[in-house]
């Protein structure tokens, strides 16, 4: 069965078209993009929040 992060890999190399990782680097690729992937996420909620606030 494979991991959540090679899904998000997979689907991230498929969807925006990046160059897929060398051999043997897979594992550290997937857990790069799933990294930033959710860092992007977690920024866009933080400022959704803030200008929230801001707006109260």
């Known amino acids: 069965m ?3 992060t090679d899904f998000v890999s997979e689907g991230f190399i498929w969807g925006v ?3 897929r990782p060398r051999p043997g680097q ?3 690729a997937a857990l790069y993009i799933t ?3 959710a860092a992007a996420v977690l920024g ?3 400022a959704f929040m803030f200008v929230l606030g801001r707006l109260q």
Do not use: C, D, Q, Y
Request: glycine share 6%; charged share 25%; proline share 0%.
């Open 2 to 4: 494979k991991r959540l």
């Open 17 to 19: 078209g990046i160059t």
């Open 26 to 28: 897979e594992r550290v």
């Open 35 to 37: 990294a930033t992937l």
């Open 44 to 46: 866009a909620v933080a």
